[in-house]
């Protein structure tokens, strides 16, 4: 059985980074084709992806907050860190990870993969407040 | 950024509705369409995969159909475990995802 968990503070101050700990059972980051992702959703907002990290280390962040955000793996501790600095009120929100998975596809004339986000972690809520 | 917006964002049914959520995307995404269900302070829950592939231990009034930039998702007959927010997500960029505003189901 696949889990994943977050955790990290629950209150952090305007300008402050923040860091969050995502902590998964049930899969590793050695395994090929592996992914997994960084979501959050304001209170009452839509869900907003951020990052994501493969197996082999390539990474990928939302174009918004590019410039604000780090996203690491320790494989050895099956955990995904995603640092965000600058922390403004407006980054209030439940922050979940996920896994991503992929199936392939296949016609008489190309291939790919569908991927979908198959398992969450149930979120951890960050507030920004001075 | 692909766009996606849905229609409604909201809507109020009865147990045993047949309810239609619609996603629309800004380009086209193929069937690179998923829908999610989601209820407070829960984790979000997939449904639906490439359009109209039911994950696996979803019940089957659940269902999905549509390609290029028009999607739909269908609950058959709702049920009281039913009402939640539910999302749509593009999968077709990968290095970009994104999913749309939501539309939330509550009981008439």
């Known amino acids: 059985q696949v889990t994943l968990k977050e955790s990290g503070p629950a209150l952090v101050k305007p300008t402050q980074t923040l860091t969050l700990t995502c902590t998964f059972s049930?899969?590793?980051?050695?395994?090929?084709?592996?992914?997994v992702n960084w979501i959050r959703q304001p209170p009452g907002k839509a869900l907003e992806w951020l990052a994501h990290i493969d197996w082999d280390d390539d990474k990928f962040y939302s174009t918004s907050l590019k410039t604000r955000l780090t996203i690491s793996k320790d494989t050895s501790k099956n955990q995904v860190v995603l640092t965000m600095t600058n922390m403004d009120p407006v980054d209030t929100a439940t922050y979940y990870c996920?896994?991503?998975?992929?199936?392939?596809?296949?016609?008489?004339?190309?291939?790919?993969?569908?991927?979908?986000?198959?398992?969450w972690g149930k979120g951890t809520t960050v507030t920004v407040s001075s | 950024d692909i766009q996606l917006t849905q229609s409604p964002s909201s809507l109020s049914a009865s147990i045993g509705d047949r309810i239609t959520i619609t996603c629309r995307a800004s380009?086209?995404?193929?069937?690179?369409l998923n829908w999610y269900q989601h209820k407070s302070g829960k984790a979000p829950k997939l449904l639906i995969y490439a359009a109209s592939s039911l994950q696996s231990g979803v019940p089957s009034r659940f269902s999905g159909s549509g390609s290029g930039t028009d999607f739909t998702l269908t609950i058959s007959s709702l049920q009281p475990e039913d009402f939640a927010t539910y999302f749509c997500q593009q999968s077709y960029n990968t290095q970009g995802v994104t999913f749309g505003p939501g539309t939330k189901v509550d009981i008439k």
């Open positions: 049930g899969l590793s980051l050695r395994t090929a084709g592996m992914r």
């Open positions: 996920s896994r991503t998975t992929a199936t392939p596809w296949e016609t008489a004339m190309a291939t790919g993969y569908y991927y979908y986000m198959d398992v």
């Open positions: 380009e086209s995404i193929g069937t690179y």
